[in-house]
C-alpha cells in the first residue's frame, strides 16, 4: 500500500482535513450568501417583470448548483479520509491496484487509478 509510514500518513491526513476544512467553509459562505440573496428578493420582488422573474430563478438554479458542486466535493474528501483511516488509501477501488502518487498528488481524493478511471469515462461517453 502507498500510505505505509505513519509520518506519510499523517501528512496525508492533514491534506485531505484542510481541504475538507475548506470546502465546508465555502459551502456555509455560499449557503449564507444564497439565504441573503433570498431575503433581498422576497423583499424586492414589486414590480418585478417575466425578465426580472427569470434572472432571480436562473440566480437561484446558480446558487444550487454551486452548493451541490461543493458538497460533492466535499463527499470526496470525507470519503479519502474515511480510506485512510481505514488503510485503503491509495489503492484503486475498482482494480485494488495502486494509485500512482503523481495522481493522488494532484488530486488527493482520487479512488481509481488511471486506467479505470479512463475505462469510466469511455462507458460515459
Request: net charge negative; with cysteine.
Amino acid at each position: 500500500m502507498i500510505v505505509d509510514d505513519p509520518t506519510r500518513t499523517e501528512q496525508i491526513q492533514r491534506t485531505l482535513q484542510a481541504r475538507y476544512d475548506e470546502l465546508t467553509a465555502e459551502y456555509e459562505a455560499e449557503r449564507d450568501r444564497g439565504h441573503r440573496l433570498r431575503l433581498i428578493e422576497v423583499g424586492d420582488s414589486a414590480g418585478d417583470d417575466q425578465a426580472d422573474s427569470g434572472s432571480k430563478a436562473a440566480e437561484r438554479d446558480a446558487a444550487r448548483s454551486v452548493l451541490g458542486v461543493i458538497l460533492d466535493r466535499r463527499l470526496q474528501y470525507e470519503h479519502a479520509l474515511a480510506r485512510l483511516a481505514a488503510g485503503g488509501y491509495g489503492a484503486c477501488e475498482t482494480c485494488g491496484s495502486e494509485i500512482p502518487i503523481e495522481r493522488l498528488e494532484i488530486f488527493p481524493a482520487a479512488t481509481s487509478c488511471v486506467a479505470c478511471k479512463q475505462a469510466k469515462e469511455r462507458r460515459a461517453a
